[in-house]
């Protein structure tokens, strides 16, 4: 299916442990976001790609590591997963034009982390 | 400060209710101003987005910019139980690719 999808859409792990979150869009947008979002924060950037091999830090880049071998694939990865981590989790991805204002935003990934 | 404020509410109406939602910003930079909707355990999607100053009409849904007082509002009127949903305001400065995003506002609309 056209789209964006985020796989698992939940995940329960404990304090330690590694952590991969999918992402997969089939527009070929060249940019592609992952946000968290949490009560009182709203959504906040965590790493962003501007195209394949291209990425770089958001807002709370921390704990966090992302890699974009293929144009439609994002994957994120929390290296040892820690209690603050535990969100809700966000894909998104937008076209290259003049302005890109709109984003296309997955279904996200409900994680908690024990 | 944030470059973003955004009451997180929550908002209750009756059914009928004009509501009106508001965020300020610190960046003048700001040129693109959009409202996402999100329902309960959805990705946010965009709704309406203005270009600059002024107003935007779509249906029941105003969008209104006042880049002096750097404010902006979506308003929306005969609102309707399907529209309670957190609603994001986000911004964007021309020819750039990330958006800012506010804390967003949980509106309930009683039927």
């Known amino acids: 299916d056209a789209g964006i999808t985020q796989s698992p859409r939940y995940k329960i792990t404990e304090t330690g442990r590694q952590v991969t979150l999918m992402c997969h869009q089939t527009w070929s947008h060249s940019y592609m976001f992952w946000y968290r979002q949490d009560l009182g924060h709203g959504l906040r950037l965590i790493y962003y790609?501007?195209?394949?091999?291209?990425?770089d830090k958001g807002e709370v880049p921390d704990g966090y590591v992302v890699s974009r071998s293929k144009t439609e694939n994002f994957p994120l990865t929390l290296e040892s997963a820690t209690r603050s981590q535990t969100s809700v989790y966000f894909c998104a991805s937008s076209k290259r034009t003049e302005s890109s204002y709109e984003q296309y935003f997955g279904p996200g990934t409900r994680l908690t982390v024990t | 400060q944030k470059e973003v404020e955004q009451d997180p509410g929550p908002l209750s109406v009756p059914e009928g209710a004009i509501v009106s939602l508001n965020c300020t910003y610190s960046?003048?930079?700001?040129?693109?101003f959009m409202w996402y909707r999100q329902y309960s355990r959805k990705g946010p999607e965009l709704l309406m987005y203005?270009?600059?100053?002024g107003n935007k009409e779509d249906g029941r849904f105003t969008a209104q910019v006042d880049k002096s007082s750097k404010y902006i509002s979506l308003f929306i009127r005969d609102s309707q139980p399907s529209d309670s949903a957190t609603y994001l305001c986000a911004m964007l400065e021309t020819g750039g690719f990330k958006t800012i995003f506010g804390a967003g506002t949980r509106l309930f609309v009683k039927a």
């Open positions: 790609s501007a195209a394949a091999d291209i990425t």
């Open positions: 960046n003048s930079a700001f040129q693109y």
């Open positions: 203005t270009y600059s100053s």
